[in-house]
C-alpha cells in the first residue's frame, strides 16, 4: 500500500475553486493584472523575455510560438514537484471542466496517476461504459494513447487525450493488471455520466456508495438517505472507496445531511496562516454512521470521512486513504488557458493534517474475496452499536 503514495489524485477528485462562470468574467482582469504586476520575487525571470526575444530575432527555423509557450509553462510548473499544480491550454480546460460537472464525452472510468510508471491507472471503470465494454479492468495501466506514450505528460493531458467526439475511437496501449502484458485496446467513445450515489437496504442497515462529488451529490446523496431511513435504516453505512473526490460544494452539502447544525466538516488554511472554516447547517440524521473507505479514497471523501469520525465518532473502515489534502484554484489567462495552483492546505475538525498520510481505519481490513470482508465488518460495527 506504500506505493499507493506514489499515486497522483484522480482529475475528477480536483476540487474546483473558480466556477466557470467565474472564469470567463476574469479572465481579462487576471490577464491585466500579470502584465502590470513586478517580477522582483522571481529575480531572473527577465531571462525568459530575453531568450524569447532572441528566438524570434535570429533563430534559423521556425517556430511553433503557441507550442513553445505552452510546453515552457507545463514544464515550469512540472518542476515544481506538486502533482495538483498544471498548465491547461483551454481545449483541456473545457475537458476538464465537463468532466467534473459529471458528463462527458470519453472512455468512462475513474483515473490516477502513477508518478514512478508514468503511466494511468484504472481506478474502476463505469458500469456499462466503453472501457468495460473493451475489456478494460481495474488495476490496468494506460501506457500509450493512439501510440502516444503517455509519461510524457500529466494525468490531466492524458485524460483530455481519451476524450473526444462521440463514436470515435481511441487506441490505447494498456498494461493488463491480470496478466503483465501489454495489449493494444480500441475504445469507442460514448456520452458519460458518472453515477455518483446508488443505495440499498442491507437488512435493516441501510447502505449508500457515493463514487464522486459532482454537482448532482449532494441532492442525490439526501435523497437516498431520505429513502433509506424511510425504509426503517437503524444505521447507515457511507462507502466512499475508489471515491478520487471532486467538488467542494458537494461534500458540505452531503455533510449537512449528516451533520447537526454548527459542527465543523472542515477547515482549509492558507500559506499566509489565514484560516476558513466549513461548518454544517443540517440537522442531523439521528442514527449510527460507519464509513468505508480504501486506498483510492481521496480528497473529498476524505474530507467527509473525517468529519464524520472527528464528530459522530463514527468508524472508518477498510484500508488507509490516499492521503490529498490540498485545495486548487484556477487562475485563467489572457487567451482562456489556465493555470492550476494548489493554495491550501485542508483540516479535519480536530486539526488532523490529511495531506500525503491519509485517514487510517479504526479497523484495517484486506479484501481477501468476493465477500467483501469490509462491508460485512462495517454491517457487524453498526449493529454492534445498536444493541
Known amino acids: 500500500m506504500k506505493n499507493e503514495r506514489k499515486l497522483g489524485v484522480v482529475v475528477s477528485v480536483t476540487i474546483i475553486l473558480t466556477a466557470a462562470m467565474t472564469f470567463m468574467a476574469t479572465s481579462f482582469f487576471y490577464a491585466l493584472v500579470l502584465k502590470v504586476r513586478s517580477t522582483a520575487s522571481f529575480p531572473g525571470s527577465e531571462k525568459i523575455f530575453e531568450v524569447l526575444t532572441l528566438l524570434d530575432r535570429h533563430y534559423y527555423y521556425e517556430v511553433d510560438k503557441e507550442?513553445?509557450?505552452?510546453?515552457?509553462?507545463?514544464?515550469?510548473?512540472?518542476?515544481?514537484?506538486?502533482?495538483?499544480?498544471t498548465y491547461m491550454d483551454a481545449e483541456e480546460y473545457e475537458q476538464f471542466m465537463s468532466y467534473i460537472t459529471g458528463t462527458y464525452y470519453g472512455i468512462g472510468s475513474v483515473v490516477l496517476w502513477d508518478n514512478e510508471m508514468g503511466a494511468v491507472?484504472?481506478?474502476?471503470?463505469?458500469d456499462g461504459s466503453p472501457a468495460q465494454k473493451a475489456g478494460i479492468e481495474k488495476g490496468d495501466r494506460i501506457l500509450k494513447i493512439d501510440g502516444?506514450?503517455?509519461?510524457?505528460?500529466d494525468?490531466?493531458?492524458?485524460?483530455?487525450?481519451?476524450?473526444?467526439?462521440?463514436?470515435?475511437?481511441?487506441?490505447?496501449?494498456?498494461?493488463?493488471?491480470n496478466t503483465s502484458e501489454e495489449v493494444e485496446v480500441d475504445v469507442i467513445r460514448d456520452e458519460i455520466h458518472i453515477p455518483s450515489v446508488e443505495h440499498?437496504?442491507?437488512?435493516?442497515?441501510?447502505?449508500?456508495?457515493?463514487?464522486?462529488?459532482?454537482?448532482?451529490?449532494?441532492?442525490?446523496?439526501k435523497k437516498?438517505?431520505?429513502?433509506?431511513v424511510a425504509s426503517g435504516a437503524k444505521g447507515v453505512i457511507i462507502d466512499?472507496?475508489?471515491?478520487?473526490?471532486g467538488l467542494v460544494n458537494s461534500v458540505t452539502e452531503v455533510a449537512n445531511s449528516l451533520l447537526d447544525s454548527g459542527e465543523m466538516i472542515f477547515y482549509t488554511q492558507n500559506k499566509q496562516g489565514k484560516k476558513i472554516e466549513y461548518k454544517s447547517v443540517g440537522k442531523g440524521v439521528g442514527v449510527p454512521i460507519a464509513v468505508l473507505v480504501n486506498e483510492n479514497s481521496a480528497s473529498a471523501s476524505e474530507l467527509l470521512a473525517g468529519a464524520l469520525r472527528d464528530n459522530l465518532k463514527a468508524p472508518i473502515i477498510g484500508k488507509n486513504t490516499f492521503g490529498k489534502g490540498v485545495v486548487q484554484g484556477t487562475y485563467p489567462l489572457s487567451d482562456s488557458s489556465v493555470v492550476k495552483l494548489t493554495t491550501e492546505k485542508y483540516f479535519t475538525p480536530n486539526g488532523y493534517d490529511i495531506n500525503e498520510k491519509g485517514l487510517e481505519p479504526d479497523y484495517d481490513v484486506e479484501l481477501k474475496s468476493t465477500e467483501d470482508e469490509q462491508l460485512q465488518l462495517a454491517i457487524e460495527v453498526l449493529k454492534t452499536k445498536l444493541e
Not at 491507472?121 to 463505469?126: D, L, R, S
Not at 502516444?148 to 505528460?153: G, K, M
Open 67 to 85: 507550442t513553445l509557450i505552452d510546453s515552457a509553462l507545463d514544464h515550469m510548473l512540472e518542476s515544481l514537484g506538486d502533482p495538483y499544480t
Open 121 to 126: 491507472i484504472i481506478v474502476k471503470p463505469f
Open 148 to 153: 502516444e506514450d503517455v509519461s510524457t505528460t
Open 155 to 177: 494525468l490531466d493531458g492524458a485524460v483530455a487525450k481519451m476524450r473526444g467526439e462521440k463514436g470515435t475511437p481511441v487506441r490505447l496501449t494498456v498494461l493488463k493488471a
Open 200 to 221: 440499498e437496504m442491507k437488512g435493516d442497515i441501510g447502505y449508500i456508495a457515493i463514487s464522486t462529488f459532482d454537482p448532482q451529490t449532494g441532492a442525490d446523496f
Open 224 to 228: 437516498a438517505l431520505v429513502e433509506v
Open 240 to 245: 466512499l472507496r475508489d471515491n478520487g473526490g
